[in-house]
């Protein structure tokens, strides 16, 4: 995590934190591969993602018996190490893909969970989440997020919120407004508290974050080094000439 004056408006402070992966390369590219899913989406006329969300929805907080770690591009914060990889635990041959999409899932809001935490031991309170972008458009993400954070959801009233940003800025640039902060109380909304913990969700999760947390720790705070020997060896055998490939193939 950084932290940068003026690095997102003049005047203030930015607390600059993130996750490398998104949900839909983290869930996506996990969870899309299932054939059976897959025929199922092209028949019933939905997307892959629409038709996950919608079996993942009808699941208790938990049923899928997993914990995933979303760390497919490493981790941003709060570890800082590209090294690290993705990870689900509790597989079994029972295991369906719509059990994996929600446990993703899961993983991102626990990993913004462990941002805020970091957040708040740090002195700086973080008492709302205001969600943009494509992510508005599932419903049971943005629930999870609220129960797991137990932090009101805010979402912004434009669906077009980077041009809106954009525009913003121009109407300073030109001089309509006199600075980012006018400009943005005249042209941007948002729409406060569209969603709200539930109480039993928060206590539910709270028991899964402290497993997601154990995971968490083991595989990225040093306790072992088996994710950065997998890379590595990786590496190692991508980088052998061609003619050893080919050697080893005879």
């Known amino acids: 995590m950084r932290v940068v004056d003026g690095g997102i408006v003049a005047g203030l402070w930015g607390y600059e934190a993130g996750q490398s992966g998104s949900v839909t390369s983290s869930a996506g590219s996990s969870t899309l591969r299932p054939v059976g899913v897959l025929r199922t989406g092209r028949a019933t006329g939905v997307s892959v993602h629409e038709l996950l969300t919608d079996l993942s929805r009808r699941q208790a907080i938990g049923e899928h018996g997993l914990i995933a770690l979303d760390w ?32 993703l899932l899961e993983a991102t809001a626990f990993g913004t969970r462990t941002i805020i935490e970091a957040f708040n031991s740090s002195g700086v309170p973080v008492t709302e989440l205001v969600v943009a972008g494509g992510l508005l458009k599932n419903t049971l993400l943005m629930q ?99 003619n050893t490939l080919a050697a080893e193939g005879n």
């Open 72 to 103: 497919h591009s490493g981790n941003r914060s709060v570890l800082v190490d590209h090294e690290l990889s993705g990870l689900v635990v509790g597989q079994t041959l029972a295991t369906r893909a719509e059990d994996t999409y929600r446990a």
């Open 144 to 242: 999870i997020y609220t129960d797991v954070t137990n932090l009101p959801l805010s979402t912004i009233a434009s669906a077009q919120g980077p041009a809106l940003g954009s525009a913003i800025h121009a109407a300073v640039a030109a001089g309509a407004y006199p600075d980012v902060h006018a400009a943005a109380r005249a042209m941007g909304r948002s729409n406060k508290g569209v969603y709200q913990p539930i109480a039993a969700n928060v206590k539910a999760y709270d028991e899964l974050f402290a497993d997601y947390t154990e995971l968490h720790d083991y595989f990225g705070r040093g306790t072992n080094d088996v994710m950065h020997r997998l890379k590595a060896r990786k590496r190692k055998l991508a980088a052998r000439p061609s």
